[in-house]
């Protein structure tokens, strides 16, 4: 596609659940990040991937979170039952390799009710 | 102390004018400097980096950059109504010029011009 992909646009689920949210990057891209952005706040890191395997994972808050992408292109951000404070903007990047200049999906609002 | 702090907004300014933004930080192993602008409902979108000392120009934007201060600063000349974002400062400890994605940024600056 022409630009970074991420769905849904919008999720709200109840606290507790377990939730998904999709990435899928500039075609060709092999590096891949995913920040979390809360209201009136920068974005934070969260996971870097380079192709498969995720390089940096430093960022993931603590073990609920949990990202995958098992083929080098789409990846996914799970999410395990689910805490009002999770309640975020979830924005994915693209890069051609980890050192150019990354590029930002639109973003999935989560809201934990 | 945060890494990257931003000063407090929200800044408004008069169309025509020069709108500063400022940034300081604390890792002094910070190499490479961005600003990003941020729409209201958008994704953030990179305007600018700068990786030495110095003025960066770029059109009607200016980054300046004092690793000795750990300050950076962003100069909008000729201010817009179309200007009018949210700006924030991202930092990286990755050298070489390169723009990581790993990135380190404050909590954004919101700028409004007004005609």
């Known amino acids: 596609g022409a630009g970074v992909s991420q769905t849904p646009s919008n999720k709200v689920t109840e606290k507790g659940k377990y939730v998904e949210l999709r990435c899928d990057p500039i075609s060709g891209h092999t590096a891949l990040y995913w920040y979390r952005q809360s209201l009136g706040q920068g974005p934070e890191f969260l996971i870097y991937f380079q192709g498969t395997g995720a390089a940096d994972d430093s960022g993931l808050p603590n073990d609920r979170f949990f990202a995958v992408r098992p083929e080098g292109s789409v990846s996914t951000l799970k999410i395990q039952r689910t805490e009002r404070g999770d309640s975020a903007v979830y924005l994915c990047a693209s890069s051609f390799t980890g050192d150019t200049e990354a590029f930002f999906g639109q973003g999935t609002r989560l809201t934990v009710v | ?115």
């Open chain 2, 1 to 115: 102390q945060k890494e990257v702090e931003q000063n407090s907004g929200p800044l408004s300014v008069p169309e025509g004018a020069i709108a500063s933004l400022n940034c300081t930080y604390s890792d002094r192993g910070s190499q490479s400097f961005f600003w990003y602008r941020q729409y209201s409902g958008k994704s953030p979108e990179l305007i600018m980096s700068i990786y030495s000392n110095g003025d960066k120009e770029d059109g009607r934007f200016t980054a300046q950059l004092n690793k000795a201060s750990q300050y950076v600063s962003l100069l909008i000349r000729d201010s817009q109504p179309s200007d009018s974002a949210t700006y924030l400062c991202a930092v990286t400890r990755d050298a070489g010029g390169t723009s990581y994605g790993k990135l380190t940024f404050g909590q954004g600056t919101i700028l409004t011009v007004h005609p």
